[in-house]
């Protein structure tokens, strides 16, 4: 007798959660909500700076830089070359320089001087991490970076794209959320009054490129895409590359989700096309 009640149960849920989520995916397929293609001057990152380019988001944001034909100048900032990067490197459009320090950036000035916009992809798991080193990666590196970058930027008018959360509160039981506010709200309030906008984006689930995701990461992508939590990291660079474009179309302290980060992708594609 308890084994059937616990499996009505269990049907139960399961059946809540199907109709749950065919609910929000056919409510995604409805919404034909779309940003118009722009039309206006790109010269807003023809020279860009990218910040962990050897990770899973960093590298989908290099391999859409490198496909982007108004990006003249990558520079790569980072502690360890990829396949990607040294590609970059052997068709004239990277310039990769080996850094350690991510809480000192003097070295890396001449680098980072005419950089148009920073793309900052740089971060670490939470899982056996504690706060003081998690809030040093996720906090202290940008700030200390944009400091550097608008003291030595060479152009009048910059901005930095950070690679934050969904599902993020100060208020959260979990440190990392509550880190990942403190860095948003650091660097948009350092910006403020400054050449620099800093735009945040908060994705659900980041899939890695298509050539190197595993099965797994496919079968957790494919899950959540349709209910809209889910992105590939080269079209969180694709979107990028398309709110540079559009600078004076964003504020400072500007917040991109999911959604909006694929609206993005979607707008730049169909403005190559």
């Known amino acids: ?147 550097e970058w608008v003291n030595v930027s060479s152009k009048p008018d910059i901005s930095f794209h950070y690679i934050s959360s969904s599902d993020i509160s100060e208020n959260s039981r979990m440190m990392w959320a509550r880190q990942k506010v403190l860095a948003e709200k650091s660097l948009f309030a350092f910006a403020n009054g400054r050449k620099l906008k800093v735009i945040a984006y908060r994705p659900d689930y980041i899939g890695p490129t298509k050539e190197d995701a595993h099965i797994g990461q496919n079968l957790i992508f494919w899950f959540f895409r349709p209910v809209g939590a889910a992105v590939r990291a080269r079209q969180i660079g694709q979107a990028m590359i398309e709110v540079s474009a559009r600078e004076s179309e964003f504020e400072n302290g500007d917040k991109l989700g999911t959604r909006s980060i694929i609206r993005y992708s979607d707008a730049y594609e169909q403005r190559q096309q």
């Not at 084994?3 to 269990?10: H, M, P, T, V």
């Not at 830089?65 to 052997?90: H, N, V, W, Y």
């Open 1 to 147: 007798m308890r084994f059937q009640k616990l499996r009505r149960s269990l049907l139960a849920v399961f059946i809540l959660f199907a109709l749950v989520y065919a609910a929000a995916a056919v409510m995604l397929a409805m919404d034909s909500r779309t940003i118009p293609t722009f039309e206006g001057d790109r010269a807003g990152y023809r020279t860009i700076t990218i910040f962990g380019a050897s990770g899973t988001a960093g590298d989908g944001i290099l391999k859409a830089a490198l496909a982007d034909p108004d990006i003249k100048s990558i520079q790569i900032i980072t502690r360890r070359a990829t396949p990607r990067i040294e590609e970059g490197i052997a068709s004239g459009k990277v310039q990769m320089t080996m850094h350690v320090d991510y809480t000192d950036y003097t070295a890396v000035r001449d680098q980072i001087a005419d950089s148009d916009a920073v793309y900052w992809a740089i971060g670490t798991s939470s899982v056996g991490v504690d706060e003081k080193t998690y809030a040093e990666i996720h906090v202290d590196y940008p700030m200390r970076f944009v400091e």
